[in-house]
């Protein structure tokens, strides 16, 4: 054993972030020894820190540290347009395409075998947003596997009843991507969203 | 700004890690906080303990908490043999070669331009094992670099002075490697250190 309990402790602690295997962690776990032991120890600091403090927004469920989110306290966001998405990653990225509307995170999606159901998505917060009267428009950006569209379905029931309207992002070929290179099944959903020009 | 201050806190110092730009720490920080709090809460603690507790060991200068190391301490290994290497990371790839001596770990290589010279790779303890009388050969395994040469040429007649066998591992095809995929200088070397068979 050429290792201290210490280091093997550390390159396993380390295998708890997504793709990164006994190999990386290894590499991290000596980079972060001979280089940056600062910089590992501000790592330590800033994961317990957000372990700790880091929750969920009362309003959207993204993550938040404070009750409230920026967005949803902004006084700078449409509040008439509310996007759903799965994850606070989702946010991010919606935000990143220009967006400047509210949000709802599921933080997940239906799943039935999983006992993930509507009350373990927190619909019955969605629920008292769309009665506040503000929204007008719900905007379904869930993925499009079975279980986001079934998600994306079970939704636009609870808004239509509502007599609000609701909207499924488009989905089609990707911007600067080749016929070539699209899967059929995005194919298809290509032709069937075809927009006259 | 879609994310909070403390997660934008710990994105940024999970790139501290070799191999991690911001789109990796954006991931592994919404699986840690979504997935698994306490895997995080687990790698920030033993991340300040690895930093905080790990020091170098006072014969061979690899990583160890204790003064000196589960290798060094061992009473299996062949204290004739002293295997020379740059990090401590190679003598764990050495000892998955199969070798059963001693190590000494440099801690870089010689090099004038970074104010790396003799004494800040603890060359007068290396010494001081060489004086010890147990050592009969010391192999030279630092990389093939200009400044690895450099290092090894320089221990190696510290060696000789000392009228001690001083080697240095074998350059030249890697195992299953095909011709076709080696560079000219690796296939220099495998030429000019050809043994009759």
């Known amino acids: 054993m050429s290792e201290s309990p210490l280091l093997i402790e550390l390159i396993e602690a380390l ?5 990164i295997g006994r190999k990386s962690a290894q590499r991290i776990t000596y980079h972060l020894l001979q280089r940056n032991r600062d910089g590992a120890r501000k790592l330590s600091h800033s994961l317990l820190e ?8 009362e309003r959207c469920r993204t993550f938040s540290e404070e009750p409230v989110c920026e967005l949803c306290k902004s006084g700078k966001r449409d509040r008439s347009l509310l996007c759903v998405v799965e994850s606070p990653a989702d946010v991010y990225i919606v935000e990143e395409a220009g967006f400047r509307g509210l949000y709802f995170v599921l933080m997940g999606h239906l799943s039935p075998l999983d ?6 998505l927190g619909l019955t917060g969605l629920e008292t947003l769309l009665d506040e009267g503000d929204i007008t428009e719900v905007i379904l950006a869930t993925s499009t596997t079975v279980e986001g569209e079934a998600t994306a379905h079970f939704i636009s029931e609870m808004v239509h009843a509502r007599q609000l309207k609701v909207s499924r992002i488009a989905h089609g070929v990707p911007m600067g991507g080749e016929l070539e290179y699209v899967d059929s099944s995005t194919l298809s959903h290509a032709l069937a969203g075809r927009r006259e020009i």
Chains 1, 2 share one sequence.
């Open 15 to 19: 295998r708890c972030m997504p793709g």
């Open 115 to 120: 006992r993930i159901g509507p009350e373990e």
């Open 50 to 57: 957000a372990m700790d403090k880091i929750g969920h927004c």
